[in-house]
């Protein structure tokens, strides 16, 4: 998608967008002059999309250190009369929650939205939380949008809606949405900015609670009729099918994919699309429930719709049967899809209905293919000098003598198999937070807590304080990559770039532990793996909360700079007289770029995904690799 | 669908993360949405990206709904690495339909470590003919670096993916689109469409 797109003034225009590139360009459709995000997938393409035509546009966007600032700044913009957006992952919205609970009572003026990217499965998450939830739980509308183009519409819509009741309006996107691609047919470009316009005589507060919950009432029931009307629900039924579907947000898309593939026929089920799952359409709902004895409820996540149909029901004294993930239709963990939404159908209908069984074919026995750290990736050297440190001044197997709390990064994948570094993988910043608590616990051990700097800037920095201010003996290793590289290289305080590419103070982690007085603070190259280790060993021996910053440009930014740089990348050379073959490299290491040649018992580098780090070199115990260069040359 | 002139498509990408099949399946999508057809194209982002395997689903008619494809309803696999391919094929081919597979190969961390074996690869494309209607193989990666850049063999299997006709639009619909959505190299990326083009159309002797 190029800028030049989200930038055309053509309504009626069809291109094909990202379900994220689609809010972006919703945002500026709706006007939106502020903008604020923490990258998070699914979420992170939003922000990007937006951030690259924010000064064309001529509003304003940023990459904030967290998501609840990334709230406040949007919330503050609304009410100060222009139209914000905020845009986070469904786990981001727990770092917001705080501000919302209040924002809620306190309302807006413009029109704000907060888009909750939620990932069932969790695809590129550690849980499967459905944020309709907050939506209840803030008492705020919510809406559900199902197609990428129905994405664009809903910022334009849910920043009317809020306009008109006063209140951020939540927009519920998952994976299968912010990563589905579609085509959308362009809207008009507003022709004028807004000018602030704050009211000096209201406080924005939730102050005294009572009356302003009563409020953010008052304001949700203004709207009621509106929200029967948004264009993202619709009944297909002539009257007289045998059962009713109601499919929330994207469940819509596997209902009709579900009816297709049983060779049902239009008329023998109807189908309610439901574009805001709370609060509900009361009106459109109730008229769908009385018209069928038999309700199919189609939605991904938690039974959120499902819940409020019986609720809806008792007050209607209806007795319609509600199947659906509550009666084991559908699954209640991991995400739907076409084949467990037709199982549902097909059973509801007594149809025989199996999904085709899968079998490689032949017998072969297919490889895994499991998510690795890059090539020299400096996770990975940094992941084998902890091993080491531990193991030479523990004298043991580093998972019995030391304790690691890992953190959020792609440094994540350093709890599975085979790097298995962390005794607990919890939220943003918990790495710190967690070993704390260790710490006190009187386990007698390295406590180590393990995080990028991006993550340290998002919420490790209270947590470090608080192991300064209350006496913790741990070890703070923070891995400077330069860059948030999990969810696409997006700056951050460390790297001195805003997302608008405006150049900012740079953020050094050692600065900040320095002004939190932690007495141990040291910065090394991880490619320099006997200083790393014997700065962790001293680290271990000194008491007290120490920080150690390994810095280093994460690889794949680091090759693309080599390229730029004409700096080439060649490869190690292993002395195949040398190599006894212990496969020491390979299973210590974990670089994916060297590689068992059976044939020859002996250890090799391939060439096309080393990227000349120069570590594996140092480590080889029969010190058989050796030359190389590329991006440990940077 | 008992049409002449082809209506809808429905394919998968398979590959490994980092081989571009984003921009391929952008690409397509692209010339869809340009010849008025309705698009649907879900992909494999973010952490699961880092030496994973990736499947794009792409669904192009006139109107869609799943983003996901049903289990073997996929009337296409273009394959950008074997192992890949024939894990897509076992699960989203249509049984009787085509496969295009980029013959190389790329081992997962399991194989490189002496973990697992990677099988052989006659194995693999004799598995995916017991499956398919037709399977047609072309050294993507080669072909890219005639064309003068190896980070085009994502180009060089949008060419092949033209060559077997099984879109609903033209090949040139789709080598325009190739112009359009690839903003640099636009002289060697289009060779390496031609290239892969070529290749297939030879093979398959049309």
């Known amino acids: 998608m190029s800028r030049a797109v989200l930038l055309e003034d053509a309504p009626g225009k069809k291109v094909l967008l990202l379900g994220n590139e689609a809010f972006a360009r919703g945002a500026l459709e709706a006007n939106v002059q502020v903008a604020a995000a923490y990258p998070g997938t699914p979420s992170s393409e939003i922000m990007e999309t937006l951030a690259s035509v924010a000064e064309a546009a001529g509003i304003y966007a940023e990459w904030s250190v967290n998501e609840k600032v990334a709230f406040e700044v949007a919330y503050a913009a609304a009410v100060a009369g222009l139209r914000s957006m905020c845009s986070m992952k469904h786990v981001g919205v727990n770092v917001a929650s705080d501000a919302i609970m209040v924002a809620n009572y306190a309302g807006v003026e413009a029109g704000m939205v907060i888009i909750s990217a939620d990932d069932p499965f969790g695809h590129s998450s550690q849980n499967e939380q459905d944020n309709r939830m907050f939506a209840k739980f803030s008492e705020l509308p919510c809406l559900e949008p199902a197609t990428p183009q129905e994405a664009k519409d809903s910022v334009v819509i849910g920043c009317e809606l809020s306009e008109k009741c006063k209140l951020p309006v939540i927009i519920r996107s998952l994976t299968r949405l912010s990563h589905v691609r579609g085509d959308v047919e362009l809207g008009p470009l507003p022709k004028e900015k807004r000018k602030p316009n704050l009211n000096r005589d209201i406080t924005y507060t939730g102050f005294p609670a009572p009356d302003h919950h009563k409020l953010l009432h008052d304001r949700l029931a203004s709207i009621m009729e509106d929200l029967e009307k948004v264009p993202f629900n619709k009944i297909e039924a002539k009257g007289g099918e045998k059962i009713g579907i109601i499919a929330s947000g994207i469940g819509y898309n596997y209902a009709k994919e579900a009816i297709k593939l049983l060779n049902l026929k239009e008329d023998d089920v109807a189908v309610l699309k439901l574009g805001v799952p709370h609060p509900l359409p009361r009106r459109l709902v109730s008229n769908f429930l009385k018209s069928y004895g038999t309700i199919y409820v189609v939605e991904d996540g938690f039974p959120f719709v499902e819940e409020q149909l019986k609720v809806l029901c008792y007050d209607l004294g209806i007795h319609p049967t509600i199947l659906g993930k509550l009666s084991g239709h559908l699954p209640m963990e991991g995400e739907i899809d076409p084949e467990k939404v037709t199982l549902g159908l097909a059973k509801i209908l007594g149809i025989d209905y199996k999904p085709p069984e899968v079998k490689v074919p032949g017998d072969l026995e297919l490889p895994r293919r499991t998510l690795s750290l890059c090539a020299g990736c400096a996770h990975l050297a940094t992941f084998y000098a902890i091993k080491q440190a531990v193991r030479r001044e523990m004298k043991g197997d580093p998972r019995k003598v030391s304790i690691v709390c890992g953190d959020i990064g792609c440094y994540g994948l350093g709890l599975f198999r085979p790097y298995n570094m962390f005794n607990t993988h919890i939220c943003m910043g918990a790495s710190i937070g967690c070993a704390n608590g260790f710490a006190h616990t009187g386990i007698d051990q390295p406590i180590i807590a393990y995080l990028g700097e991006s993550t340290f800037f998002h919420a490790g920095m209270p947590p470090l304080l608080n192991a300064v201010y209350n006496g913790a003996n741990i070890k703070v290793i923070v891995q400077d990559n330069l860059t948030t590289a999990m969810t696409g290289h997006q700056p951050n305080p460390g790297v001195g770039l805003t997302a608008m590419g405006k150049q900012a103070p740079r953020m050094l982690v050692e600065d900040i532990a320095k002004a939190f007085k932690v007495p141990f603070v040291k910065v090394v190259d991880p490619y320099n793996v006997n200083e790393l280790i014997e700065t962790i060993r001293e680290a271990i021996r000194t008491p007290g909360p120490a920080v150690i910053v390994a810095r280093r440009m994460c690889a794949e930014l680091a090759r693309r700079q080599a390229r730029r740089k004409g700096i080439q990348i060649i490869p190690p050379k292993i002395d195949k007289e040398k190599c006894t073959g212990c496969k020491y490299c390979i299973t210590q290491l974990l670089c994916p770029a060297l590689i068992w040649r059976e044939d020859e018992k002996k250890a090799d580098i391939d060439p096309l995904l080393c990227a000349g780090c120069g570590v594996c070199a140092q480590i080889c115990p029969q010190k058989a690799i050796s030359g190389g260069s590329g991006i440990g040359n940077l | ?206």
Not at chain 2, 38 to 62: C, D, L, N, Y
Not at chain 2, 71 to 84: R, S, W
Not at chain 2, 117 to 127: D, G, Q, R, S
Not at chain 2, 131 to 147: P, R
Request: charged share 20%.
């Open chain 2, 1 to 206: 669908m008992a049409t002449s002139k082809k209506e809808e498509i429905t394919l998968a990408i398979a590959g490994v993360g980092g081989q571009g099949t984003l921009l391929a399946s952008q690409i397509i999508g692209h010339a869809a949405v340009k010849q008025g057809f309705s698009v649907r194209i879900s992909e494999t982002f973010g952490m699961s990206q880092r030496g994973g395997p990736v499947v794009s689903h792409i669904r192009i008619a006139k109107n869609v709904y799943s983003p996901l494809i049903p289990l073997m309803t996929a009337e296409l696999i273009l394959g950008f690495e074997p192992l890949e391919a024939l894990r897509a094929a076992t699960r989203f081919l249509a049984r009787g339909g085509s496969v295009i597979v980029n013959t190389r190969t790329i081992y997962p961390v399991e194989v490189n470590r002496g973990d697992m074996k990677y099988p052989p690869l006659e194995k693999m494309l004799e598995a995916l003919k017991s499956i398919a209607g037709e399977v047609v193989t072309l050294d993507a990666t080669s072909l890219a670096i005639k064309a003068g850049n190896p980070i085009s063999a994502n180009i060089v299997m949008l060419g092949a993916l033209a060559a077997l006709e099984k879109l609903p639009f033209k090949p040139e619909d789709l080598r325009e689109a190739v112009r359009e959505r690839v903003p640099r190299e636009v002289e060697t990326n289009l060779r390496a469409f031609d290239l892969g083009f070529q290749t297939i159309k030879e093979q398959i002797g049309k």
